[in-house]
C-alpha cells in the first residue's frame, strides 16, 4: 500500500465517523445491523427506518422473499427511469438542433414515447 492510499483511507474513516457523529447529535440510535453496501453500523431514525450515515441513504431490510422481489423489482424500474432520463436529456439537445422537420418529428415521437414510460414506472413505483 502506498503512503497515499493509507492517508485516503484514514481520510475516509475519519469522514464515516464524523458523519455517524452527525446522526448520533440528530437523535438516531444506532443498531447492531450492518449496512449490505458498505459495512458500516444502521441508525434508526425518528420513523423507525434503518438508515446509513455512510452511503447516506435509507436501507430497507427485507423481510421474506416477496420483499426481496418487491425491493429488486423498484431497483430495476429506478434504474431504467435513470437510462430514460439520460436519454430524454440527449434527445432534448437533439431536438434544439434540429430543422429538418421528419427527423424533429421522429425524434419529438421518441420523447414522447420515453416520458411516457418514464410515467407509467412512476406509477408502478407508487403502487
Ligand atoms: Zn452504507
Same mark, same amino acid.
Given at each position: 500500500?502506498?503512503? %497515499?492510499?493509507?492517508?485516503?483511507?484514514?481520510? &475516509?474513516? /475519519?469522514?464515516?465517523?464524523?458523519?455517524?457523529?452527525?446522526?448520533?447529535?440528530?437523535?438516531?440510535?444506532? #443498531?447492531? @445491523?450492518?449496512?449490505?453496501? *458498505?459495512? =458500516?453500523?444502521?441508525? !434508526? /431514525?425518528?420513523?423507525? &427506518? !434503518?438508515? %446509513?450515515?455512510? *452511503?447516506?441513504?435509507?436501507?430497507?431490510?427485507?423481510?421474506?422473499?416477496? /420483499?426481496?422481489?418487491?425491493?429488486?423489482? &423498484?431497483?430495476?424500474?429506478?434504474?431504467?427511469?435513470?437510462? !430514460?432520463?439520460?436519454?430524454?436529456?440527449?434527445? =432534448?439537445?437533439?431536438? =434544439?438542433? &434540429? =430543422?429538418?422537420? @421528419?427527423?424533429?418529428?421522429?425524434? #419529438?415521437?421518441? !420523447?414522447?414515447?420515453?416520458?411516457?414510460?418514464?410515467?407509467?414506472?412512476?406509477?408502478?413505483?407508487?403502487?
Amino acid at each position: 500500500m502506498r503512503y %497515499c492510499d493509507i492517508i485516503m483511507n484514514v481520510d &475516509e474513516t /475519519d469522514l464515516a465517523i464524523k458523519k455517524m457523529a452527525n446522526l448520533l447529535k440528530k437523535g438516531l440510535t444506532m #443498531t447492531a @445491523e450492518i449496512c449490505p453496501a *458498505c459495512n =458500516s453500523p444502521l441508525f !434508526l /431514525d425518528k420513523n423507525k &427506518e !434503518l438508515f %446509513c450515515g455512510a *452511503c447516506d441513504k435509507k436501507v430497507v431490510k427485507a423481510t421474506d422473499d416477496q /420483499d426481496v422481489e418487491n425491493i429488486s423489482i &423498484e431497483g430495476n424500474l429506478q434504474m431504467v427511469k435513470k437510462i !430514460l432520463n439520460q436519454k430524454i436529456e440527449k434527445i =432534448s439537445i437533439l431536438i =434544439s438542433k &434540429e =430543422s429538418e422537420i @421528419e427527423t424533429l418529428n421522429n425524434l #419529438t415521437t421518441l !420523447l414522447n414515447n420515453l416520458l411516457n414510460n418514464i410515467s407509467k414506472i412512476n406509477n408502478l413505483i407508487k403502487n
